[in-house]
């Protein structure tokens, strides 16, 4: 079965960069839409960033340039690298593979921005 893990989250200070991973087994990232959801307490799950299986990636309106999606074929990985972090980026960072309504997704990793 498809499986995602992801990494890289953590605390760091409002300005600070972190690069989250999402290691993919039982499919190919290239083959799929893969995309980067958060959820805040108390807040709804969002859409961050999605990287299409034609490679094309499309980014929610608010990053304003901050975050990049990216993926590694050798390694059936997704990236999100985000820099300028603000606190109101602090949520459980969540992969998805296929879409939120029937795909799968990981157990997501905590990111803080925090001084």
């Known amino acids: 079965q498809v499986q995602l893990v992801e990494s890289g989250g953590g605390l760091v200070q409002p300005g600070g960069s972190l690069r989250l991973s999402c290691a993919v087994s039982?499919?190919?990232?290239?083959?799929?839409?893969m995309s980067w959801y958060r959820q805040a307490p108390g807040k709804q799950r969002e859409l961050v960033a999605i990287i299409r299986s034609s490679g094309v990636p499309t980014y929610a309106g608010f990053l304003k340039g901050r975050f990049t999606i990216s993926r590694d074929g050798a390694k059936n990985t997704v990236h999100l690298q985000m820099n300028s972090l603000k606190p109101e980026d602090t949520a459980v960072y969540y992969c998805?593979?296929?879409?939120?309504?029937?795909?799968?997704w990981g157990q997501g990793t905590q990111v803080t921005v925090s001084s």
């Open positions: 039982g499919s190919t990232v290239s083959d799929n839409d």
């Open positions: 998805n593979l296929g879409g939120p309504v029937s795909g799968s």
